[in-house]
């Protein structure tokens, strides 16, 4: 079992900027990321990261959004830049695991035009 525990959501302008942050109960020898869903959407990739590095975007996320990752401390970030309304959405770190996904309770991101 792994727990994830999400912070970083909340409220900004169009244009603003977020930092989600995402701590592991425990050492993730695989990868770490971010989806997320919008209201009466379905949950979809925003990033993911390797242990060593390898990351992996969708391309709404491309050239704003930089995903990182402290492996010392477990934990995954994803700094989001030149947010805009289409990115409202529930926010959820998830980890790939012994062949499972494990998922965190989602963070909040609301961005107003």
């Known amino acids: 079992q792994v727990q994830l525990v999400e912070s970083g959501g909340g409220l900004v302008q169009a244009g603003g900027s977020l930092r989600l942050s995402c701590v592991a109960s425990r050492t993730i020898f695989s990868e770490m990321g971010w989806y997320r869903q919008a209201p009466g959407k379905q949950r979809d990739l925003v990033a993911g990261?390797?242990?060593?590095?390898?990351?992996k975007y969708a391309d709404s996320a491309k050239d704003r959004f930089t995903i990182s990752r402290d492996n010392a401390k477990n934990t995954v970030y994803l700094q989001m830049n030149n947010l805009n309304p289409e990115d409202t959405a529930a926010y959820y770190c998830y980890v790939l695991d012994g062949g499972k996904i494990y998922w965190g309770q989602g963070t909040q991101v609301t961005v107003s035009s």
């Open positions: 990261i390797t242990r060593g590095g390898g990351t």
